[in-house]
């Protein structure tokens, strides 16, 4: 059974930085993706990013382009999200995810493995 355990969450000021990290133990069958999502409270799920593990294709959410960068390291089984510039709007719990099905897809739904979640508070 495929289990996603993230890392790396935290407390930080406007402007500042984190990584969070997401390894994957279980076998994951062909071709598939691993994103990152978030939910702030009394909001919807939103997509944040995603990558191809075969190819590194990567494709992001409007909000978060040229600050975010999602980078897979393949012999960890293991996917990081790299968050600079951060605000006060990116404040979340972040998920991370697998399309079994390898779309590159920003619909949560169609991804069927999902971890805990990390929070994320970016104060001002």
């Known amino acids: 059974q495929v289990q996603l355990v993230e890392s790396g969450g935290g407390l930080v000021q406007a402007g500042g930085s984190l990584r969070l990290s997401c390894a994957t133990s279980?076998?994951?069958?062909?071709?598939?993706?691993m994103g990152w999502f978030r939910q702030a409270p009394g909001k919807e799920r939103e997509f944040v990013a995603v990558?191809?593990?075969?190819?590194?294709?990567?494709r992001y959410a409007d909000p978060v382009k040229g600050r975010f960068t999602i980078s897979r390291v393949s012999a960890a089984n293991t996917v990081y999200l790299q968050m600079n510039s951060l605000k006060p709007e990116d404040t979340a719990v972040y998920y991370c995810?697998?399309?079994?099905?390898?779309?590159?897809?920003?619909?949560?739904?169609?991804?069927?493995?999902w971890g805990q979640g990390t929070q994320v508070t970016v104060s001002s």
């Open positions: 995810a697998v399309d079994i099905l390898d779309r590159l897809i920003d619909y949560g739904s169609s991804y069927k493995y």
């Open positions: 279980g076998r994951i069958f062909g071709p598939y993706s």
């Open positions: 990558i191809n593990w075969s190819a590194g294709t990567k």
